[in-house]
């Protein structure tokens, strides 16, 4: 780090979290105004920068956790995908509360996964992405191109 940008943390201090500045602005990292009225903000890069870095994060939990899923990038990339998105909605602890669609995706029935999925509270509330994500994990197919 460079001798500015050490300076320039110990005058603004570090959050890893959102907080309200002297200023009463929504805040985070090292002073960074992201407030709606005023503030800068992220730029692509750097919210492209956080979304890799919590699909890693999600990949790491669902490969300690579900080791089994790691077999599913070679042979089932779009059904391992689908796991990936529902882990990065719900997080670790409300996935985990999947155990029908879990022990079912484990056993490879699909059928049995999707409807478990589909049959949940979650899906009623992120509507055409369950069905989209329920159809990936049903047929082990993209439903669209992004």
């Known amino acids: ?3 500015l940008a050490k300076m320039i943390t110990a005058h ?5 979290h959102a907080y309200k500045c002297t200023a009463d602005k929504i805040t985070i990292g090292v002073g960074r105004n992201i ?4 503030g800068i903000g992220l730029n692509a890069r750097e919210i ?3 979304l890799l870095n919590d699909i890693e994060r999600v990949e790491d939990e669902l490969s300690v956790a579900f080791p089994w899923t790691i077999d599913l990038i070679m042979h089932s990339p779009a ?3 689908a796991l ?3 882990c990065f909605n719900l997080g670790m602890p409300r996935l985990r509360k999947f155990e029908k669609a879990l022990e079912a995706s484990y056993n490879h029935k699909w059928d049995e996964a999707a409807d478990e999925f589909m049959d949940s ?4 509330q992120v509507g055409k992405r369950a ?4 159809a990936m994990i049903r047929t082990g197919e993209y439903q669209k191109e992004y």
């Open 121 to 124: 509270l979650w899906a009623k």
């Open 79 to 81: 059904r391992y995908d």
């Open 131 to 134: 069905v989209e994500i329920c």
């Open 1 to 3: 780090m460079s001798q």
């Open 35 to 38: 407030d709606p009225k005023g």
């Open 48 to 50: 492209e920068m956080l």
């Open 12 to 16: 603004e201090g570090v959050e890893t």
């Open 84 to 86: 990936v998105d529902i």
